[in-house]
């Protein structure tokens, strides 16, 4: 893990060198990884609020992070307690956050909890003096997002938000593409997140509602909060603005089990400028899978399967490969990315790797490394905590649109100073 580690800080301080355009300036939340002072023996202590089956998955990265130690775990379900200590054997484990939040100990925390816990865990973080790490979606409610983001603001605390495409290659390098002009003018976004099945877990009666919380009004809004709002955030990070109008249509067509939220979504968000985002999610047909595509006058690029096409016939060989120079430097020594992409034959219309076809990992390694140099510091990183806010906001914006069956202009109260 080590150097893999170092391997990932090294791609993310030198991106700078990307087309001549700094993207450390151009996304701050890059700055994490450009830090000199944090030294060898510099460790996070982190809480983990919410050990489950994501909370788990984020402790797998933390563990192999030589900057970070777990020093405790908190949940009210055992089983996931008894999971968790196989990760971090030596944690203190505790039931009640609160106890947690008290330990001197602990810089940070990771909330890895029920959506309708966010916003309340991570306030009284804050108080206690805690850094936040807070999954997605920030908050239910936009209220609870924007109070969220003003105790953010007002304690200097850190807060990052689990949009992992920010810290993802092959987003990163599109984003820069995207600046350069090769793609045109940006004229609109198709994002889908298709699955088949029920999206329900094993549970009693007794622990319905606690193990699938994901079902109920109470707990959650469904697919906008759990899957739109990563994708909402990949069109206000190309657009560097927010959408204006929203609106949208859900139903529940397939799974007819108790549910409440919807299994069948359609939202389209619309910027100022007319260019539009549409989000479709229907979990009882997989054959889509998941995908944003962003759609340029001069060409589309498909930002999951890392590829992308030109609009008409591809500039010549010589062209790309001088645009795959400028940034050899960087992905030719990552290891985790291998090699930049080698040009096609230019008649053959197969797209272009953004990175390599052999890109694996979304990011997650890399944001969790993030968080635990920005708490080592202690001071907030720009701009993360607002892209996760208004991706939040945004998801239960369009949530509300479905419900409501209305047109949703974005309310003044809950725009902050960000895309200005």
């Keep these: 893990m080590e150097d893999s580690y170092q391997d990932r800080r090294t791609f993310l301080k030198g991106v700078g060198l990307m087309s001549g355009i700094s993207l450390a300036a151009s ?34 990265y ?8 777990i020093v405790a775990i908190c949940d009210n379900y055992q089983p996931s307690i008894d999971e968790a200590l196989k990760i971090t054997p030596k944690a203190k484990v505790f039931r009640d ?7 001197k100990e ?17 306030l009284d973080a804050f108080a206690a003096g805690k850094h936040v790490f807070c999954e997605k979606t920030l908050a239910k409610t936009p209220e609870e997002c924007l109070a969220v983001y003003k105790a953010y603001k007002e304690t200097g605390k850190v807060l990052f938000v689990g949009h992992q495409r920010l810290y993802d290659s ?25 699955r088949n099945n029920d999206w329900r877990r094993p549970a009693t009666p007794e622990l319905e509602r606690k193990i699938n919380w994901r079902l109920y009004d109470e707990y959650s809004c469904g697919l906008m909060t759990e899957l739109a709002c990563h994708q909402i955030q990949i069109g206000n990070w190309v657009m560097q603005a927010v959408p204006k109008t929203i609106m949208g249509s859900g139903s529940l067509t397939h799974w007819k089990d108790g549910r409440e939220v919807y299994d069948n979504v359609s939202v389209i968000y619309e910027y100022e400028n007319g260019v539009k985002l549409s989000f479709q999610s229907i979990i009882a047909n ?5 995908e ?33 120079q400028l940034e050899k430097n960087i992905f030719d020594s990552v290891s ?3 090699p930049s992409w080698v040009p096609e034959v230019a008649l053959e219309d197969k797209g272009y790797w953004l990175i390599n076809k052999k890109l694996t990992g979304d990011g997650t390694d890399l944001l969790l490394m993030g968080f635990v140099s920005a708490v080592i510091e202690g001071k907030p990183v720009p701009k993360i905590a607002e892209e996760g806010y208004y991706a939040a906001i945004l998801a239960l914006l369009g949530h509300q649109a479905m419900l409501e069956k209305r047109i949703i202009t974005f309310p003044e109260e809950y725009l902050i100073d960000y895309y200005a």
């Design 27 to 60: 996304y701050p939340w890059l700055s994490a990884f450009s830090r000199n002072d944090i030294s060898e023996t510099s460790k996070a202590r982190i809480g983990i609020i919410g050990p489950g089956s994501r909370g788990r998955l984020l402790m797998g």
């Design 62 to 69: 933390l563990v192999q992070d030589p900057h970070c130690e």
């Design 97 to 103: 956050y609160h106890e947690l939040l008290d330990m």
């Design 106 to 122: 602990i810089d940070g925390v990771v909330i890895a909890v029920p959506l309708y816990l966010h916003a309340q865990i991570t």
């Design 170 to 194: 092959r987003y990163i390098r599109a984003m820069d593409m995207i600046q350069s002009g090769l793609f045109g003018d940006i004229q609109g976004f198709r994002t889908y997140w298709f």
């Design 286 to 290: 997989k054959f889509y899978g998941l």
């Design 292 to 324: 944003e595509e962003i759609l340029g006058t001069l060409g589309t690029i498909e930002l999951e399967k890392g590829k992308y096409y030109f609009e008409n016939l591809p500039p010549a060989p010589g062209i790309l490969q001088m645009i795959n």
């Design 336 to 338: 985790f990315a291998g």
